[in-house]
């Protein structure tokens, strides 16, 4: 997702683990974007971003002056003195450029849950999402950095929960050793996001973009990544408690589905689901479509989502996505008559539209799973 969240977007180019084909639906779907989302882009979004930031407190430092003047003071005087905010959206800006985006943070989240399968105990989930690779374009060393602090997590699994590319496959080029360094014993899953469907360009032919998609799929395959398309995979232990027998812990890969109909949905969650069995947890990358999927199937214990990027801006703790999103960042939960389903939105690593992070610090999830005190 664009940190400017009123472009529109579509949805829904996935394939197969057995093959790599575009599915026939999101061919008959899908429709061109006149968008092209390139560095000018970038460039004309960031210095919008700005001016209209010194707007503002232009127009808050006239409001505060002629409240004043009411009271008898000068308004020329505090006008003057109110000028000084000025330079606040650029030092931000420069903050979150330089620092902001490049400052990881490891959000350690522990999910406790009596379903989960005791040979589970204490199993070990790297999420990370957003990757926009050509945020890191110039900054090839620091996303090395972010894959070193996902290593030293010895995760068992690695899931990525799409939007590796912003516009399209070309953003890949030069990043395949650090996207191969990903690696973990029980594998490492990926779905698609909606920039991943490469919509926010011009192409000639619908068929030209489906060629680009299914290079970022295949370049993703060639990293070794497991791209989930509608289908779920599943990891099975020994039974610690059931002599000869097996416990299964099941991930399960959506194609988008959204909340927003400018959005467009694609998945097929019934289709994701068939198969799956034990403990199951649901990679979609949006996640308005938590709560469908939560009431559809309440026996999804989790659910891993990104998109949001907290739009790339938190001051005090409030983000202005939570004026478009319920749920935005962090761990959300409620409860049904199988138990909690909880949904853990994890706010990125890249960017799009303005190339800096304040307060929304670019994210590596470690989820840890629990049963919790199974002797009440």
């Known amino acids: 997702m664009g940190f400017f969240t009123t472009y529109p977007a579509s ?22 974007h006149p968008e092209t989302y390139d560095a000018k882009t970038d460039m004309f979004v960031t210095l919008t971003a700005i001016a209209a930031a010194l707007l503002a407190v232009l127009i808050l430092a006239a409001l505060v002056a002629g409240v004043a003047a009411l009271f008898g003071a000068s308004f020329v005087k505090v006008f003057r003195k109110g000028l000084w905010g000025l330079l606040l959206p650029p030092l931000m800006f420069l903050y979150g450029m330089f ?25 070990r989930m790297v999420q990370i999402s957003d990757l926009h690779l050509a945020s890191f374009r110039h900054r090839e060393r620091s996303l ?3 894959v070193e602090k996902i290593a030293a997590l010895s995760p068992d699994m690695i899931v990525f929960t799409g939007d590796l590319v912003t516009s399209g496959p070309e953003e890949i080029a030069g990043f ?42 295949g370049m993703e395959r060639s990293a070794g990544w497991s791209v989930l398309m509608n289908e ?35 998945g097929d969650l019934d289709r994701a689901m068939e198969g799956a069995a034990g403990f199951k947890v649901l990679l979609s990358h949006d996640p308005t479509h938590w709560r469908t999927a ?35 960042r962090g761990l959300y939960e409620k409860w049904g008559k199988d138990g909690a389903n909880r949904l853990y939105v994890n706010i990125g ?28």
């Open 144 to 146: 090395e950095k972010a």
């Open 294 to 328: 939560a009431a559809q199937y309440p026996d999804i214990a989790l659910t891993l989502s990104g998109h949001t990027h907290a739009m790339q801006l938190s001051v005090f703790g409030w983000s202005p996505s939570s004026l478009m999103y319920k749920e935005y």
């Open 232 to 266: 779920n995979v599943r990891v099975v232990r020994p039974s610690v408690s059931e002599a000869g027998g097996s416990d299964t812990l099941s991930v399960i890969g959506v194609e988008n589905i959204s909340g927003h109909s400018f959005f467009r949905s694609y």
């Open 176 to 217: 395949e050793p650090v996207l191969s360094s990903l690696k973990a014993p029980d594998g490492v899953y990926s779905v698609l996001g909606n920039h991943d469907y490469c919509v926010y360009r011009h192409w000639d032919s619908d068929s030209l973009r489906l060629e680009a998609v299914e290079k970022v799929v």
């Open 99 to 123: 620092i902001g985006r490049n400052a990881y943070q490891v959000k350690e989240v522990t999910v406790t849950d009596p379903r989960l399968p005791e040979s589970f105990e204490g199993y």
């Open 11 to 32: 949805d829904g180019v996935f394939v197969l683990m057995t093959s790599c084909h575009v599915s026939n639906r999101m061919k008959k779907s899908v429709s061109l």
């Open 349 to 376: 690593l890249g960017e799009t539209a303005i190339p800096a992070r304040f307060g929304a610090r670019p994210e590596i999830t470690l989820v840890k799973f629990s049963g919790g005190n199974r002797t009440e």
